[in-house]
């Protein structure tokens, strides 16, 4: 039976609805920050907002109190599903390295016997608006990630404009959900001061009412001082995430920029000026999900890849160690594998009999080695690297990328 992408998701990802919906594998965080929202507002509904529907009766302009924090909530809690529930801008992962970066090389010993390796540079360098940035190889996905991307250690993906994981929404906050994030943080800001202040007004007109002190007020509804106490807690976080953000937005940085790195060079490649870098989170439009995570596994054909040898012997010790590597194919980690691979090679020489007599050094020679058969498509539609309306073009660097690993 074929398999669907979400069935077959090397993430930690969950996903409900036969993969319609997917969240972070901290999602059960999700129904306690539902909770943190909806029992406020039913307690403000109830004790409070219920009472004011008649204190401006010529217009029956209470129940607009009313009615307004239940539209306000239910935004609130469109915005949190939007972040949380779908794909943050998750980077499909490569089932083999790229063909096209790997490197092979042939070493030749003091005694003169050559041994064939492949490697994959550790970093490269791209230009983004001019300036060269280095991007890293990540070894799970088995990619260069795109600018700004980076690898969520929680949902173990590499996602584009990688913000943060926030564990409250249960999602990584990246390109596809920075958005709504914001605007969910913001809206939750302004539903707290207007639950605050309706509550404040309530003790102000029961206190108007019967002619009382601050305190009978309270006395008389002590939901409404709960009420305000929560949300006045509740607003040096949300309120503080929503200064912090408009503070990123304004300089073009993601939290994890912000956090990782000093501010230099790095930062201002993104920088556009306030205005358009405004633009670039609330205007733009949301790219279309790189994953199809509904679509069927397709089985790829066997991939072929060809390395220059020295000899007979030395190809059949390839095949040997191929046999090897497919058992431990579901480490994930073929990047460091393909190292072990080629200081495998070097001992297994090592450890040969034959002396050097068998060199055959023919440059024309290649022998075959057939790697893992068992290749999926993961349903991806774009390989294209786009950093919003940015300039990326990409150059190889392979002096720089020797060093750099991780
Ligand atoms: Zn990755
Ligand atoms: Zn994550």
Known sequence: MTKRVFEAWKGSNKFILGGRLVFGPDAKSLPATLLLIIVPVVLFCVFVARHLRHEFSP??????ILVLAILFTIYVLILLSFTSARDPGIVPRNSHPPEEELRYETTISADGRQTPSVQIPRT?????????????????????????????????????RFDHHCPWVGQCIGLRNY????????????????????????????MDNQHGTVWRAMKESPWAVVLMVYCFIA?????GLTGFHLYLISTNQTTYENFRYRPNSRMIVYNRGCAKNFMEVFCSKVKPSRNNFRAFIEEEPPR?????????ESAEAEDDNVARRQKVEDDLDIGDDLMNF??????????NDQPHNTVDIDPERAATIRTETRHESWGRRSGNWDVASTDVRESRNYAAAKDGRG
Not at 304 to 312: A, C, E, G, K, N
Not at 342 to 351: F, P, V
Request: glycine share 4%; with cysteine.
């Open 59 to 64: 217009y029956n302009a209470g129940y607009a």
């Open 304 to 312: 072929v890849v060809t390395l220059p040898s020295t000899t007979r």
């Open 342 to 351: 080629s200081q495998r090679c070097n001992s297994e020489d090592a450890n």
């Open 124 to 160: 490269k360098e791209v230009i983004v608006n001019g300036i060269s940035v280095r991007v890293k190889y990540c070894d799970t996905c088995m990619l260069y990630r795109p600018p700004r991307c980076s690898h969520c250690s929680i949902c173990n993906n590499c996602v584009e």
């Open 235 to 239: 607003l040096w976080f949300v309120g």
């Open 179 to 206: 958005r709504y994030f914001f605007m969910f943080v913001s809206s939750a800001t302004l539903l707290c001061i207007y639950v605050f202040s309706m509550s404040a007004l309530y003790i102000k007109i029961l």
